[in-house]
């Protein structure tokens, strides 16, 4: 006699567990997302994760599917439904799923008695309307492949950041030679002297902490600065915002300026109302100390030809405040890395940061480069209201180094300075190093006297944040970056 | 409760029944289990062919190889409801007038509406409750009538001029509708000879009797459906609805009314009644797909578009039944 009740039972557990292999389906693919994000962020250091966490993280989508096969309450499934799909799998014309009916309704004797007779009569193989093998197994396991691969390849994939520092470091002989001398691993780095004070003055450096040797090391230390790195995003946003409305009113004054001059010109005399009312309006939203201070006296003045003097002063003190704004113009680019010399390539990683104070102040560059060894020192403390400083503040060898005359005049021109260190990159041997003109950085000397390291000048670097009217939020970034970069103060 | 003994009987009665028609009747097996199909649910058959085809022929051999009543009412745009079911007359009795009902042809147990759609609609509705009920009304008083009772009816597709198209209502309590197509060429030929040598036609000797066929009705009912197989039914007949979601693109582009649900039941019912002529212990969906067209061609309705663009039921019948899955 045909045991329908056996087969029933059979056909149940077949199907909760086809019914487990399908939500540990979902919940691995669901659970899968994890572990990717997880080592997406690791990747972009976003997260800092030991390996062994990560390694347990992996393993998130396989006890999620695990879970969900043995945990989850699974609801009954539905016979009828599961004999017609048995049925239709093997060809028994709806015999079982009529069986079945006849059984719950508790009659039909006589087509039960038939039914049966002709199910006894024939193999049964019921296991093939619901299999569960390789083939219900082969795309979880496929899935469970792309999962370890796809976590593999990010957690071990060069990082975008890498990349980038990569691209920028593989710059082409020309621009090497030219570029601001980085930290070589192989030198020495005498542990900078404890210092104390403002917070642009040198903090203590502690000398067992080993310096970073790449430039995705440096970001993500300044990065994960609690005190910094959060803000860093914001301050990056605000700035570009401050900046253009700083832009914007040295635009409009410098046009005032110009009328002011104009007509001083022409007619002479004092400022008229509207001029007062203008300038005054303006004076508001100034954030230059210095650029305040010409404006206002530039109000009180009252001798018609000092007036004039006065208006010619604020009106380059405008004109040099909006370029230091300003990213180089193509122009400048050129006098840096004049086109014989350099390839297309090449001038895409010509891009120099700050023009010495000289040019900013000339745009037609009289006197880059070209002051003498006295000036300098006699004139730093006399020009110390200028918010860049002198370019004796900002090059520690003052005027003695365009005397000296060490790099060639074109180099000087492009805004860099020969320093006495020399630069080993990878095999290719000793390099002269320079520095860019601008930078408060200055080769430092050893106890014995010895040029062997930069430091960050501090007075140089409170002038420069303080004169381009930087966030106070981003100025400890930029701080720290000069830091990281010279391993602090002299 | 249906017995070994009462299974083998009916599915006998009825092998014998399909033969003495067969022995009349060359080829047409479709209709002939069509009409043996109607005649177990307890059902009417429309039956659509142009003359000659053997329709009426069909339903007289059927009644002849029962042994039972059998009527045929000619429908006329002239007949009257009256001239089917039967009215009351003056008679006399003992010197006493008094109103006497006088049957119609529809007391029969086999009667054949032969052209059922040259009669108007008020004489079509006369057939409604007879079809349906079982019963007659005739003024005040209700007769029913004999059972086995089915209502065989004919119509002509081509000849359209003065005919009165079958309204959805009747139409709807045929159980199915079966085409009547041209015999093939040996067919026509085996047909040309049974009717031109010896003694020509002959119908057959009653072969079942009333009972025996009251007896398989029974048995036919009985039959099982897995439960899963109705609900594909229902999914079926929904589909031919034009807002339903098992509506198939075409459905709901060109049809205005889908299939009642005595649709339905005149598939699962058609399907048992197959799966018993089959001698099969169950319905399957063999059974389903062997009635699902002559149970719904005639109930789905076109729409104007539909009938504008030529679309043919059939093959909107056909697209749903493969549109439409088992599990």
Not at chain 1, 194 to 222: C, H, K, M, R, Y
Not at chain 2, 90 to 100: A, M
């Amino acid at each position: 006699m045909f045991d329908l009740s056996r087969l029933l039972r059979a056909i149940e557990r077949r199907a909760r567990r086809l019914r487990g292999l399908r939500r540990a389906g979902i919940a691995f693919g669901v659970f899968v997302v994890v572990p990717l994000g997880i080592a997406v962020c690791y990747r972009l250091n976003l997260l800092s994760l030991s390996w062994p966490v990560l390694g347990g993280v992996l393993a998130l989508p396989f006890l999620a599917a695990l879970f969900a096969y043995f945990l989850v309450r699974r609801p009954k499934a539905s016979l009828p439904r599961l004999l017609l799909r048995v049925d239709q799998a093997l060809g028994t014309s709806e015999r079982l799923s009529s069986l079945y009916e006849l059984r719950q309704r508790g009659g039909g004797g006589v087509f039960r008695r038939r039914i049966e007779k002709h199910l006894q009569d024939r193999p049964l193989p019921w296991k093939k309307g619901l299999p569960v093998g390789l083939t219900n197994l082969i795309p979880f396991a496929t899935g469970a492949l792309i999962l370890v691969g796809a976590y593999l390849v990010v957690a071990f994939a060069p990082s975008p950041l890498a990349d980038l520092a990569e691209s920028l470091s593989a710059e082409p002989p020309v621009a090497a030679e030219k570029r601001t001398a980085g930290f070589s691993p192989e030198q020495s780095v005498p542990a900078p002297p404890e210092q104390s004070g403002s917070p642009l003055e040198s903090p203590p450096q502690e000398a067992a902490t080993p310096p970073p040797d790449n430039f995705e090391d440096v970001l993500s230390e300044i990065w994960s600065t609690p005190a910094t790195g959060g803000a860093l995003v914001q301050g990056g946003e605000d700035l570009s915002g401050l900046i253009e409305e700083q832009q914007a009113l040295s635009q409009a004054i410098e046009e005032l300026l110009s009328r002011i001059q104009e007509r001083l010109g022409q007619e002479g005399g004092a400022l008229t109302e509207a001029e007062r009312r203008a300038l005054s309006e303006l004076i508001s939203g100034v954030t230059s100390p210095q650029l305040r201070q010409a404006l206002e006296s530039l109000l009180e003045e009252t001798d018609p030809e000092a007036l004039e003097d006065e208006v010619e002063q604020a009106l380059g003190l405008t004109r040099a405040l909006a370029r230091t704004e300003e990213a180089p113009t193509p122009e400048e680019i050129e006098k840096i890395h004049p086109p014989a010399e350099e390839s297309e390539g090449e001038q895409a990683f010509a891009w120099t940061p700050p023009e010495t104070p000289e040019e900013m102040s000339t745009p037609d560059g009289e006197g880059t480069g070209q002051r003498s060894a006295g000036e300098g020192t006699d004139e730093a403390s006399a020009d110390q209201d200028q918010p860049w400083g002198r370019e004796e503040d900002l090059d520690p060898h003052g005027g003695t180094r365009g005397a000296e005359g060490q790099g060639t005049p074109q180099e000087e021109q492009a805004g860099f300075i020969p320093t006495d260190l020399a630069a080993t990159i990878g095999s290719a041997g000793a390099f002269e190093e320079f520095l860019t003109k601008g930078v408060p950085v200055e080769p430092s000397t050893t106890e014995a006297g010895e040029v062997d390291r930069y430091a960050v000048n501090y007075e140089t670097l409170r002038a420069i944040l303080e004169g381009r009217s930087i966030p106070p939020e981003a100025r400890e970034v930029v701080r720290q970056y000069f830091e990281t970069i010279t391993q602090g103060g002299p | 409760m249906i017995t070994e003994k009462d299974l083998e009987t009916a599915q006998a009665t009825f092998e014998r029944l399909q033969r003495a028609i067969e022995g009349v009747i060359v080829g047409h097996e479709a209709v002939i289990e069509a009409t043996l199909i109607a005649l177990l649910c307890r059902g009417n058959l429309l039956l659509e062919g142009v003359p000659g085809l053997g329709k009426t022929l069909l339903v007289r051999t059927l009644a002849s190889a029962l042994g039972l009543r059998f009527s045929r009412i000619q429908f006329t745009p002239d007949l009257m409801p009256a001239d089917i079911v039967g009215t009351d007359i003056i008679t006399e009795d003992g010197g006493k007038r008094q109103f006497t009902y006088s049957p119609g042809p529809v007391f029969a147990n086999v009667v054949l509406a032969d052209e059922v759609n040259r009669a108007t609609p008020k004489t079509q509705s006369a057939l409604l409750e007879a079809m349906e009920e079982r019963t007659v009304t005739v003024g005040k008083a209700t007769y029913p009538l004999e059972e086995p009772f089915i209502v065989l009816a004919t119509q002509n597709p081509i000849e359209m001029e003065g005919t009165y198209p079958l309204p959805e209502a009747q139409v709807d309590r045929f159980l199915l509708k079966a085409t009547v197509g041209y015999p093939c060429l040996d067919e026509l030929v085996d047909i040309a000879k049974r009717n031109t040598e010896g003694d020509g036609l002959r119908l057959p000797e009653p072969v079942a009797s009333g009972e025996e066929i009251l007896q398989a009705r029974r048995v036919v009912r009985e039959v099982p459906i897995a439960e899963e197989l109705r609900r594909y039914v229902g999914r079926l007949v929904l589909a031919t609805h034009p807002g339903s979601p098992h509506a198939t693109p075409k459905v709901k582009e060109f049809v205005e009314y889908g299939a009642s649900p005595r649709a339905a039941i005149a598939l699962i019912l058609g399907a048992k009644a197959h799966a018993f002529l089959a001698g099969e212990g169950n319905v399957r969906r063999a059974d389903l797909e062997a009635v699902f067209h002559p149970a719904l061609v005639h109930r789905v309705i076109l729409n104007f578009k539909g009938e504008a663009e030529g679309i043919e039921v059939s093959d909107l019948l056909a697209e749903v039944w493969k549109e439409t899955a088992v599990v």
